[in-house]
């Protein structure tokens, strides 16, 4: 009996612990511009950002980062704003933004991302 148990014991905490959730603290956009590491060039110009109301921090650790324009399949749609927990304590969020193509080419989009 006193080796019966303890087996079962080890077996259902291996089991469980695949039941802790994996879900982080904030949300991560998988808009293809922020996640991409090749060059985003466009021909048109971005429309303006949207004022977007950013409410109440959800913890004190939490950045507001703000909404932007993207380019899909032909057509501007507005990624919204959102909260999200800093990564480290010091950590600042530079927000993504479209320049002007030095070459004079349309725009080209720098995606956001924390220092």
């Known amino acids: 009996m ?3 148990i303890l087996p079962l014991i080890t077996a259902g905490g291996v089991l469980l612990g695949g039941c ?4 982080r603290a904030y949300v991560e956009t ?3 511009v922020t996640t991409t590491t090749r060059t985003v060039v ?3 110009e971005p429309p303006p950002p949207r004022t977007e109301m ?8 939490s950045v507001w ?3 932007y324009w993207s380019r899909v399949h032909g057509s501007w749609v507005w990624v919204p704003g959102h909260w999200e927990v800093r990564p480290r ?3 600042v969020w530079v927000p993504g933004h479209w320049d002007t193509n030095p070459e004079g080419k349309g725009w080209i989009w720098t995606a956001g991302h924390w220092e």
């Open 2 to 4: 006193r080796f019966g």
């Open 89 to 91: 304590v010091n950590a």
């Open 20 to 23: 802790v959730s994996h879900h």
């Open 42 to 44: 466009v021909t048109e």
């Open 54 to 61: 950013e409410g109440t921090a959800p913890t004190e650790a």
């Open 30 to 32: 998988t808009e293809p």
């Open 65 to 67: 980062i703000a909404g």
